[in-house]
C-alpha cells in the first residue's frame, strides 16, 4: 500500500543557487508541518507526495533532471507555468476561495478566468497523477481549497480507487458558500463528493458542508454518509493536530534551555508577549496590536514591563490585500512605538522573516503570554505549538474563538478578536494569573494535545478512509 499526498505545493521549493545548481528549501506552513511531521517519522511509510515544485521551468530536460531529483524524497512534480501560478494560485485560490472561506466577502473577486484556469490546473494534477496511480495499490489524500475539483476528476478514471480530501481553511456557512456563482458552488461540492471520505478540523465546517451539499445538489445525509449516485462518501470532522513530542523534545534540549534563557536575560524584568504567524489578513495582526495599544493606554503601570515580540512571515506578497496588510502592520507599529517607547523601552519588537525551528520553540518557551487572534482560521497550529513548547508549564495562551483550535484548547483564554478592548483585558487577565492556575491550564491542555496528536489525526483519517471504502464494497456486493 502507498500513500499518494497531493497537496498544491511540495513540502520543498526548489530554488537556483548562485551556480544556477537546485537547491531544496523546506516549504512553510501549517499543511507541510503537520503532514511532513508524519512522512519524516513514519520511516517504513511508503509514499509519494505530488504538488507544485516552486519553479516554472517550461524547459523539458530541466523538468525532467527536477523530476529524477525529487524522487529520492518520494516527490513527483506538477509544473506549473507563470500565467497558471497567477491565475489559478495568486487568481482564484488566494483572490476568490481564501477570502470567501474566510468571510470576506467583501475583497472576493469573481473573475471567470480565474475559475477556468482553477478548473485547467486542477485537470494537469489529475493528468500528472495519472503517470504514477495504481488504482489497487494507492491510496490518494488531495488537500487542500486548491484541488477541490481534484477528487471527481481522478473518479472519472478510476471508480475503485481510494480517495480522501481534507480541507485545511474553514468550511463556510450556506449562505456564504452561496456567494459563488451557481456553476461553480456545484461543481466545487461535485468535485469533493469524487472522494471517498471529506475531512474537515471542526463540527461546524462539516455542518456546513453537509448543509451546502443537501441544499445546491440535493443529497440528503446519514450520520454524516452520504449516498451519491449509489457510491458512498463519508463526510468526517478530522482536527488537525501537531508532532507533540518534537516540540516538547526540543524545548527540553540543552541548545534551546540556553537560547531560552537568552531571550529572557535580553528582556530582563520584562513580561514577554509573543506572536507568529504568516503575513495574513485573517490573522488578526492589526486587531493584536490595537488590543496592545489599548493595554498600554489602560494600565500605565505596565509600560516598561512588557515587550510584545511579533514575527510576520512574509506569504503571497503577490496579492494587493497582502502588501496593503504589510503596510498597515508597518505603520500601526511605527505609531504605537512613536507613541509609547522611552530612551530604554521599546514596546513592540518586530521582525518580518521567519525563524529557525529551535529559534521558535525558544520564542514560544521563553515567552509569558502567547497571542493567538486570528479573525478566522481553520485551526491554528502556533497555538497547539506553544502549548506543548511550555515544559516549565508556564504561560498563558490567548486565543480567538474564531480559531478552530478554540474547540479543544478549552483552558486558553478565549476572546472576540473583533473587540480590541477583549484582547487588551485578556492580557491585564493573564498577567494576574497565578502560577498555579498556569500550569493546571497548561498542563490540561498538553495532555490532550500529547494524546491527539498528528500521528493520531494521520492514523484516524486513514482507518475511516479505509472503513468507507470497505463499506462501499460490501454495500456493492449485496
Ligand atoms: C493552514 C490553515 C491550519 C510559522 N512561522 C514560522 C513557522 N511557522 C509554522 C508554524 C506552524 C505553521 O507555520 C503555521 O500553521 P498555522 O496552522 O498556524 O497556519 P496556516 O499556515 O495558515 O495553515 C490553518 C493549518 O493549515 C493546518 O491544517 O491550522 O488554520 O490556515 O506550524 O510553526 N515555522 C518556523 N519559523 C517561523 O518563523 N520554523
Redesign the pocket.
Known sequence: MRIVIVSNRLPVSITKDKKNNNKFQKS???????IGAYTEKITELSYTWVGWPGIGTTIKSEQDEITDSLQNIHCYPVFLTEKEMDKFYLGFCNRTIWPLFHYFPTIASFKKEYYNMYKSVNLKFAKALSNIINENEDIIWVH?YHLMLLPSLLRQSYPTLAIGF?L???FPAYEVFQLLPSQWRIEIIEGLLGADLIGF?THEYTDNFLRATLRFAGLENHLGVINNKGRLVKVGTHP?S?DYLKFSKTAKSPSVISKTQEIKNQFKNKKILFS???L?Y??GILNRLLGFEYFLDKYPAWRESITLII?V?P?RIGVFHYQQMKKQIDETIGRINGKFSTVEWTPIVYKF?????E??VSFYSASDIML?T?LR???????K?FIASKQEKNGVLILSEM???AKELLEALIINPNSIEEIGEAIKKALDMSKEEQSQRIEKMQERISRYNVFRWVSDYLNELNKTTLLQKQMESQ
Open positions: 512553510a506552513g501549517g499543511l507541510a508541518t503537520s487542500d481534507f485545511h481553511i474553514p478540523h488537525i501537531i507568529v504567524d504568516r495574513d485573517t490573522k514575527v512571515v506569504s522573516g521567519s525563524l529557525d525551528f529559534n521558535l493567538v486570528p482560521d481553520g485551526m491554528n497550529l502556533v497555538a505549538e480559531a478552530g483550535s
